[in-house]
């Protein structure tokens, strides 16, 4: 039988040479028997550890397999015997790949498989040329040289094509764990740990507590933290260090949208700096304000001068603050209610009308960490409007941080004898203040 200058050609004649079936062959690569029938038909194309193993069971380079590079002595993979005394080539070198390739290893294969590729691309376009000559044969009338030159074109280019996706896939491996080194040597902290232990609405300031736990350290190791915002502001604290861990207590900072944390090394004068996490969206005023939401579910009103005004079926909601549900990459203090009433204020009056109080509410909060209210028979109130008069229903809820938030339920005008429920804006419910008009309240 004519032999085949393919790889798979090549492939067979090494393996039978050596003597060894298509399922012997396998079983030293650690492949199946279909596998290795693939190869030799060229219907695919080994792995680069595979064809490093073969190059060594054979006896020659992975160039000569490839095809690449004249086999030692000239002799085709498999050709001649080892002269008297030398040792078997399938017995002198190990059969099957007993580790991952080395960096050197791996360099030399893609150089092998990029010289391949460019031999192969060569002989691609010397079959082209081929090719077109068979046409001309082909008109001659020798139909059967055409088709063999076609078949062999077909076979490189199937042959090209799992060479270039074996190279790649191969590249990118390598390129993965280079990624990996160096994100693993990125790394000069364990953990770290980031609390906001205390904050003030009035200053719109926070106390932050930062620790980081040091790869590696000494006495004389100093650290600092530094936090940036979103406007580009700068503060550094200095750490203090008990074995190994770097950290900062009350740590006073701006609230901020946006507050970006990176923590420094210095040893024997060098300094090595790597970012912590980033507190976005967590770190405003809204965000250390209970979440609160209500309203009347029934409003009635009749007569004309003044309006009478029923409100029945109080419904409200009180939970924690925004960030007192997150946990990473930093834990947030977050307010407890204290005190819960109910409010009415009349015309723009700081002083209220009138305050029922709803702190038996509160109870709740012990339990669920949240106020739920729905008492229709029990939380109600009715006004007289005279033409002009406003009225805003409010919860009024103090907590432990000394702050108090004031929740628009509700507000109402007399308009000339015409009675108005006034659409109140989500921003304008948590932000209205007592002695402000019914103004900023419509949407």
């Known amino acids: 039988m004519e032999k085949r200058d393919t790889l798979g050609g090549r492939i067979q004649a090494g393996r039978k040479a050596a003597g ?5 062959l396998g079983e030293r690569l650690g492949v199946s028997r279909q596998a290795v029938s693939k190869w030799e038909a060229d219907a695919a194309v080994p792995e680069l550890e595979n064809l490093i193993a073969m190059s060594r069971i054979f006896g020659v380079t992975i160039g000569a397999l490839l095809g690449v590079e004249p086999p030692a002595g000239g002799a085709a993979p498999g050709e001649g015997r080892p002269e008297d005394g030398a040792p078997d080539a399938a017995e002198a070198v ?3 790949p007993t580790h991952q390739l080395t960096d050197r290893e791996l360099a030399a294969a893609e150089a092998i498989a990029e010289k391949y590729l460019a031999v192969q691309s060569r002989r691609s376009r010397r079959w082209k040329i081929a090719a077109g000559a068979a046409g001309i044969v082909l008109v001659l009338g020798v139909l059967l040289s055409g088709v063999l030159l076609w078949s062999q074109l077909q076979s490189t280019q199937r042959e090209l094509e799992a060479t ?50 040091a ?43 946006e ?14 700096s790597r970012p912590l996490a980033t507190l976005s969206n967590s770190c405003r005023p809204k965000d250390f304000r209970l979440d609160v939401s209500g309203s009347w579910g029934n409003v009635s009103h009749s007569g004309l001068d003044p309006l009478y005004v029923e409100l029945k079926e109080l419904r409200f909601t009180i939970q924690g603050s925004p960030n007192s549900w997150i946990d990473w990459p930093a834990t947030f203090a977050a307010p407890t209610p204290t005190g819960l009433d109910l409010c009415f204020y009349r015309n723009g009056s700081a002083v209220p009308e009138l305050v029922l109080p709803l702190s038996d509410a509160l109870s709740q909060w012990q339990e669920t960490h949240q106020v739920e209210r729905n008492n229709p028979v029990v939380d109600r109130a009715s006004f007289d409007l005279s033409p002009g008069d406003t009225l805003v229903s409010t919860l009024r809820i103090q907590d432990d941080h000394s702050d108090t938030l004031w929740y628009v339920l509700d507000a109402f005008r007399n308009q000339n004898g015409m009675f108005s429920d006034c659409a109140v804006s989500a921003e304008a419910r948590n932000t209205w203040q007592p002695g402000q008009s019914i103004a900023p309240l419509v949407s």
Do not use: C
């Not at 970006?260 to 004068?269: E, I, K, N, V």
């Open 20 to 24: 060894l079936s298509q399922e012997a």
């Open 94 to 96: 190990p059969t099957t």
């Open 164 to 213: 270039e996706y074996a190279v790649e896939q191969k590249i990118q491996s390598a390129a993965g764990k280079f990624s990996d080194i160096l994100d693993e040597k990125d790394i000069i902290f364990h953990n770290f740990v980031i609390q906001v232990t205390d904050y003030d609405l009035s200053e719109e300031t926070l106390k932050l507590r930062v620790s980081a736990q």
């Open 215 to 257: 790869k590696t350290w000494d006495e004389g190791t100093t650290g600092a933290f530094t936090a940036v915002l979103s406007n580009g502001r700068q503060f550094r604290a200095e750490a203090l260090q008990q074995a190994g861990t770097f950290s900062v207590q009350d740590w006073e900072l701006p609230m901020d949208g």
């Open 259 to 272: 507050i970006s944390l990176s923590a420094a090394l210095t040893t024997a004068g060098t300094s090595v």
